[in-house]
């Protein structure tokens, strides 16, 4: 079975573009959940997609936002950058029943310039 | 709200020696738990889990992790430290149901194993 696929795997962007990031989770997996990993702040949750639905959502700035399609893909957007964006994104992925597992992509890693 | 605590940023060990690392945990409702090992630029793999079964919990390459209601704690344990066991570890805590596809993860400790 397939793991997560998360693309792009790196990226460099510069202080007021915007940038797509996106995410297979694995076959049959309907949540998909984003985090952001920095050394300061370390792994934040930033939302999760259940049925291509937002089910949670962390404490980020609109800036950030997300969607799911209908083969549980997702994608995450950030409009905007700010330096304070670059971070390792990590997609994760989970059956949705109740026992909160996740498996986990390598990642997207953003600099921002 | 729920939240967890590593205590120790940096351990390291000899290789052979106990593996030991803590993690403490708050939440309001009985907790899911896990812990996860990341190795450097790679995302996070799962090691084991609890979700209120046995307390004690076998997980893969060797890992073990009680689950103590009294000190709510949930610490990472092997025998025999393994060069291999070099990466960074994660504690995590998520609520059941609706909440499962959302983990509050602790800062992580790194783990040294010297030769």
């Known amino acids: 079975k397939a793991g997560v696929t998360q693309t792009p795997r790196y990226l460099i962007k510069t202080r007021g573009q915007q940038v797509t990031l996106s995410c297979s989770p694995i076959?049959?997996?309907?949540?998909v959940s984003w985090y952001q990993q920095t050394p300061g702040q370390g792994l934040q949750f930033l939302f999760e997609y259940f049925s291509e639905t937002q089910r949670n959502k962390g404490n980020f700035p609109g800036r950030f936002s997300g969607r799911q399609f209908s083969n549980s893909r997702s994608e995450m957007n950030v409009s905007t950058l700010e330096l304070g964006d670059s971070a390792l994104y990590l997609c994760?992925?989970?059956?949705?029943?109740?026992?909160?597992?996740?498996?986990f992509g390598e990642g997207s890693r953003l600099t921002v310039l | 709200a729920q939240s967890v605590t590593q205590l120790g940023s940096h351990v390291s060990v000899s290789e052979g020696a106990l593996v030991l690392l803590r993690c403490n945990y708050s939440?309001?409702?009985?907790?899911?738990l896990f812990w996860y090992v990341q190795y450097p630029n790679q995302g996070l793999q799962l090691l084991l889990k609890y979700t209120s079964a046995a307390t004690l919990v076998k997980g893969i390459n060797g890992f073990e992790a009680e689950f103590k209601k009294s000190e709510t704690s949930f610490h990472l344990t092997k025998p025999s430290a393994h060069m291999s066991d070099a990466a960074e570890y994660f504690c995590a805590v998520s609520d059941p149901g609706t909440n499962a596809g959302k983990s509050t993860f602790g800062d992580g400790t790194t783990l040294t194993v010297k030769p």
């Open positions: 994760a992925s989970s059956p949705g029943t109740t026992t909160g597992e996740l498996f």
């Open positions: 076959s049959g997996h309907r949540s």
């Open positions: 939440s309001s409702v009985p907790p899911y």
